[in-house]
């Protein structure tokens, strides 16, 4: 039985190790050795997409912000359903998960990287939503395993009552914002509810024929 390969490892600035280690041409990224991202099975990374783009495909101008690059999947699936006039902004705070996808030795998502409609930020996601005042028509957010089951305690701010009138303040008119999530959280549905959002709730799976049950929040203006 072939086992994990670390392909490349280095520290974070908060002194944590990552790797990104290959099987049997899979690959996944560990922080400390827990498991961050894997390219295994990815629908509902891409289903996170698909729902907060479902009303911009004809948008020419349509403007959006990813928070989490992970291995690209839901930067794919927003290409795929933005026009050639579209922008895409990317915020990922590991510097190493954005080299390692930039890495044309690596299948990962250096493609979709260099698609011109990309910008990259190595930034926190929410220090930029902070920043902006009504300029993206979508803001997909997947950078936790939920609003409870935080990668960084520093991202709670993301879901918190605060967190989500500045997500609302960064929209347009019509406007959305979608959460992934590993587990439903019915008290972050009612936050996102009173901070005056139509929310949605979209079970999924992991694969495209099944896996892990997921949920997707979208809320919209």
């Not at 991202?37 to 629908?43: C, D, E, K, V, Y």
């Not at 783009?53 to 004809?58: D, I, K, M």
């Not at 979508?138 to 609003?147: E, F, S």
Request: a neutral charge; hydrophobic letters at 45%.
């Amino acid at each position: 039985m072939k086992k994990w390969t670390t392909v490349e490892q280095a520290l974070t600035g908060d002194g944590k190790t990552i790797s990104l280690e290959e099987h049997d041409g899979s690959y996944t990224i560990r922080v400390d050795r827990v498991p961050l991202m894997s390219t295994r099975q990815h629908a509902s990374e891409e289903k996170l997409a698909q729902l907060a783009c479902t009303y911009l495909e004809r948008k020419a101008d349509a403007r959006v912000l990813i928070g989490g690059l992970g291995f690209g999947f839901t930067l794919r699936a927003t290409l795929a359903a933005l026009g050639p006039q579209a922008g895409v902004v990317v915020a990922e705070v590991l510097d190493q998960v954005i080299e390692w996808n930039r890495n044309p030795a690596y299948p990962l998502a250096a493609d979709a990287l260099a698609d011109a409609r990309v910008i990259v930020l190595h930034r926190d996601v929410a220090d930029v939503i902070r920043a902006e005042r009504g300029g993206f028509d979508a803001i997909m957010l997947d950078v936790d395993n939920g609003p409870d089951a935080l990668a960084m305690e520093g991202n709670r701010r993301l879901y918190d009552s605060p967190g989500l009138k500045l997500a609302r303040a960064a929209l347009r008119p019509a406007g959305s914002v979608a959460f992934w999530s590993a587990t439903r959280d019915a008290a972050f549905e009612q936050l996102l509810a009173r901070a005056g959002f139509n929310v949605e709730v979209h079970p999924c799976r992991s694969g495209p024929h099944g896996g892990t049950r997921h949920t997707i929040y979208v809320g919209r203006l």
